[in-house]
Every structure is written in structure tokens, then in C-alpha cells.
């Protein structure tokens, strides 16, 4: 289905920028097939173009390896290890959008995320939050999204047997963006 820019209350062109302070990217992945770890990505940022048509807007977001946190300092030192993240040799995480459309209720975003150096189509599936001034008179607006990706597609396939013959890990890892954007220009 065409976005029209009319259908988007407040809908402006230009490229805004990721309000940090108000924006979250986290994970979450199958632990020992009973619960889930969840983890944050601290330092990221992202840009948005909207053009005249909505469906021409183009993302792109980095994320700083290094930044992932679990709550549990020995865990996070091991994501970042070769058995995960490998972040000596691929300190970023990357999304470069190809395609904006609208399904139903919800908009998709589909792009080439790049995670240990493997490239492979993704598809974000979200919601516009809205677009409004804050008190100081900047235009703001507000998108959240999740994905899931096999991570053994990125060359992460570390994995340790359990007691009971099951796996310390699932394969698949959800993300979440909640994600806040200021028009810069």
C-alpha cells in the first residue's frame, strides 16, 4: 500500500537526526531454552532522510560494538570476543535501508544489515510514534521497530551443550528499536 504524506499528520522532508537521550536499541536471544538474555547497545546513532514521498525516507544506522551491555560484566567481555561480536575485528554494526512501504497498520523497513562483516537483507517491521514540536519549538519524531535474525547467518555460532542435552543458546535474536529523531535541516 502507498504512504501518501498527507496520510502522516505533521509529516515534514529533511534529515533528522537520532535524539540519543530518548532512543533505545536492545536484543534478546533464547537462554538455555527455558527464559531469554536481554542486552542494550549503548552508543549507536542513526539518520533519516524523508523525501517528498514517504516512500523515498532512507535510514541508516551504526551501532558501536563495544557498547553492548548485559548487566553482567563477564558475559558482556565475552560478547565481544570472537565467539560473538568479534569486535577487534568488526567494531560496528550496520543498516542501510533499500525500501519504506506500508502493510496494514504497520510500516516495513527493509534493508542490508552488516554484522561481522556478512551483509544479508532484514526487514524491520514498526510503528511511527508521531511527529511533534517539544517545548523548546524543535520537531521531533518518534518510530519503534523490531526484527529477528538467525545469528548463525552472521557467523555467530557459538554454542555450549547444557547438562540436560539442550543448548546454552537459541539461534534466533530478537531487536528492538525505540528510536526518537530531531529535524536537523
Known amino acids: 500500500m502507498a504512504i501518501t504524506a498527507d496520510a502522516i499528520p505533521g509529516y515534514r522532508t529533511g534529515t533528522w537526526t537520532l535524539d540519543a537521550a530518548h532512543s533505545e536499541i536492545s536484543f534478546s536471544v533464547r537462554h538455555l531454552a527455558i527464559s531469554r538474555v536481554r542486552g542494550t547497545f549503548g552508543t549507536w546513532d542513526a539518520t533519516v532522510v524523508t523525501g517528498e514521498h514517504p516512500e523515498d525516507t532512507t535510514v541508516t544506522a551504526t551501532i558501536d560494538v563495544a557498547s553492548v551491555s548485559t548487566g553482567q560484566a563477564q558475559r558482556d567481555g565475552h560478547l565481544r570476543t570472537s565467539d560473538f561480536f568479534a569486535i577487534d575485528e568488526f567494531p560496528q554494526i550496520t543498516f542501510v535501508s533499500t525500501t519504506l512501504s506500508h502493510d496494514g497498520s504497520a510500516y516495513v523497513l527493509a534493508g542490508d544489515l552488516t554484522l561481522r562483516g556478512v551483509t544479508k537483507p532484514v ?3 514498526g ?3 508521531g511527529i511533534t514540536a517539544d517545548a523548546y519549538g524543535n ?10 535474525i538467525n545469528r548463525h547467518d552472521f557467523g555467530v555460532s557459538w554454542n555450549a551443550a547444557t547438562e540436560a542435552g539442550g543448548l546454552t543458546l537459541g539461534d534466533k535474536v530478537t531487536i528492538t528499536i525505540d528510536a526518537q529523531f530531531a529535524l536537523a535541516s
Do not use: D
Not at 520537531?139 to 529477528?148: I, V
Open 123 to 125: 526487514t524491520i517491521t
Open 139 to 148: 520537531t521531533k519524531a518518534g518510530a519503534s521497530g523490531t526484527l529477528e
Open 127 to 129: 510503528e511511527l510514534g
